[in-house]
Protein backbone atom coordinates (compact mmCIF):
# COMPACT_ATOMS: atom_id res chain seq x y z
CA UNK A 1 0.00 0.00 0.00
CA UNK A 2 1.28 3.41 -0.89
CA UNK A 3 -0.39 6.79 0.47
CA UNK A 4 0.52 9.75 -1.28
CA UNK A 5 0.26 13.47 -0.92
CA UNK A 6 0.24 16.39 -2.85
CA UNK A 7 1.39 20.28 -1.68
CA UNK A 8 2.58 23.32 -3.36
CA UNK A 9 -0.75 24.10 -4.93
CA UNK A 10 -2.30 27.61 -4.81
CA UNK A 11 -3.32 31.13 -6.63
CA UNK A 12 -0.91 32.52 -9.36
CA UNK A 13 -1.32 35.36 -11.87
CA UNK A 14 -0.91 34.15 -15.58
CA UNK A 15 2.65 33.79 -16.64
CA UNK A 16 3.98 32.77 -12.83
CA UNK A 17 5.12 29.64 -11.25
CA UNK A 18 4.03 27.21 -9.18
CA UNK A 19 6.17 23.80 -7.99
CA UNK A 20 4.15 20.88 -6.81
CA UNK A 21 5.75 17.75 -4.39
CA UNK A 22 4.18 14.32 -4.20
CA UNK A 23 5.42 12.95 -1.28
CA UNK A 24 4.85 8.71 -0.99
CA UNK A 25 4.50 6.88 1.92
CA UNK A 26 6.41 3.03 2.68
CA UNK A 27 9.36 1.43 1.27
CA UNK A 28 10.34 0.68 -2.20
CA UNK A 29 9.38 4.06 -3.93
CA UNK A 30 12.14 3.75 -6.64
CA UNK A 31 10.00 0.47 -8.22
CA UNK A 32 7.10 2.98 -9.37
CA UNK A 33 6.77 5.15 -12.19
CA UNK A 34 4.72 8.17 -11.28
CA UNK A 35 2.40 10.81 -12.88
CA UNK A 36 0.49 13.77 -12.49
CA UNK A 37 -2.83 14.09 -14.02
CA UNK A 38 -5.70 17.20 -13.50
CA UNK A 39 -8.65 17.76 -12.98
CA UNK A 40 -10.60 20.99 -14.42
CA UNK A 41 -14.02 21.91 -13.01
CA UNK A 42 -16.68 19.95 -15.13
CA UNK A 43 -14.30 17.72 -17.12
CA UNK A 44 -12.79 14.45 -17.00
CA UNK A 45 -9.63 13.92 -15.46
CA UNK A 46 -6.41 14.47 -17.82
CA UNK A 47 -2.90 13.29 -18.09
CA UNK A 48 0.07 15.98 -17.60
CA UNK A 49 3.30 13.99 -17.39
CA UNK A 50 4.54 11.01 -16.19
CA UNK A 51 8.18 9.83 -15.46
CA UNK A 52 10.11 6.07 -15.03
CA UNK A 53 11.13 4.86 -12.32
CA UNK A 54 14.64 5.22 -12.78
CA UNK A 55 14.05 8.63 -13.12
CA UNK A 56 15.71 8.39 -17.00
CA UNK A 57 12.29 8.73 -18.75
CA UNK A 58 9.42 11.45 -19.21
CA UNK A 59 6.59 12.11 -21.06
CA UNK A 60 4.21 15.07 -21.14
CA UNK A 61 0.75 16.05 -22.29
CA UNK A 62 1.54 18.60 -25.68
CA UNK A 63 -0.71 20.94 -23.87
CA UNK A 64 2.59 21.63 -20.65
CA UNK A 65 5.29 20.21 -23.11
CA UNK A 66 8.18 23.32 -22.82
CA UNK A 67 6.06 24.93 -19.63
CA UNK A 68 6.17 22.40 -17.06
CA UNK A 69 8.96 19.36 -15.73
CA UNK A 70 8.95 16.14 -13.78
CA UNK A 71 11.42 15.19 -12.02
CA UNK A 72 11.80 12.72 -8.93
CA UNK A 73 14.11 12.24 -5.51
CA UNK A 74 14.01 8.74 -4.92
CA UNK A 75 15.49 8.83 -1.32
CA UNK A 76 13.07 11.74 -0.32
CA UNK A 77 10.25 9.55 -1.98
CA UNK A 78 8.95 13.03 -3.99
CA UNK A 79 7.92 13.31 -7.35
CA UNK A 80 7.85 17.49 -8.47
CA UNK A 81 6.00 19.61 -11.35
CA UNK A 82 7.38 22.37 -11.91
CA UNK A 83 5.03 24.69 -13.86
CA UNK A 84 6.15 27.63 -15.67
CA UNK A 85 4.26 30.12 -17.64
CA UNK A 86 0.78 29.23 -16.27
CA UNK A 87 -2.07 29.89 -17.96
CA UNK A 88 -5.65 30.12 -16.67
CA UNK A 89 -6.59 27.15 -19.00
CA UNK A 90 -3.98 25.40 -16.20
CA UNK A 91 -6.49 25.83 -13.52
CA UNK A 92 -7.64 22.80 -11.84
CA UNK A 93 -6.91 20.16 -9.30
CA UNK A 94 -3.52 18.17 -9.56
CA UNK A 95 -3.31 14.81 -8.34
CA UNK A 96 -0.08 12.37 -8.39
CA UNK A 97 -0.38 9.01 -9.34
CA UNK A 98 1.72 5.69 -9.28
CA UNK A 99 2.06 2.01 -10.02
CA UNK A 100 4.84 -0.23 -9.88
CA UNK A 101 6.68 -1.16 -12.89
CA UNK A 102 9.41 -3.94 -13.47
CA UNK A 103 10.31 -2.16 -16.95
CA UNK A 104 12.77 0.81 -15.57
CA UNK A 105 11.59 3.08 -18.30
CA UNK A 106 7.78 3.10 -18.45
CA UNK A 107 5.65 5.68 -17.99
CA UNK A 108 2.07 5.56 -18.50
CA UNK A 109 -0.32 7.74 -19.64
CA UNK A 110 -3.29 6.08 -19.10
CA UNK A 111 -5.15 6.94 -15.86
CA UNK A 112 -6.37 3.38 -15.77
CA UNK A 113 -2.80 2.38 -15.72
CA UNK A 114 -2.12 3.96 -11.95
CA UNK A 115 -2.78 2.09 -8.99
CA UNK A 116 -2.27 4.18 -6.21
CA UNK A 117 -3.40 8.37 -6.47
CA UNK A 118 -3.60 11.24 -3.84
CA UNK A 119 -6.17 13.52 -3.00
CA UNK A 120 -5.33 16.45 -5.01
CA UNK A 121 -3.94 19.72 -4.58
CA UNK A 122 -5.60 23.25 -6.09
CA UNK A 123 -3.79 25.32 -8.60
CA UNK A 124 -5.75 28.19 -9.53
CA UNK A 125 -3.70 30.66 -12.48
CA UNK A 126 -5.65 34.19 -12.74
CA UNK A 127 -5.47 36.26 -15.55
Known sequence: QVQLVESGGG????????????TASGRSFGTYAMGWFRQAPGKERDFVCAISRNNAFTTYADSVQGRFTISRDNAKNTVYLQMNSLKPEDTAVYHCAAVSRDHPYSAPRAESEYKYWGQGTQVTVSS
Open 11 to 22: LVQAGGSLRLSC
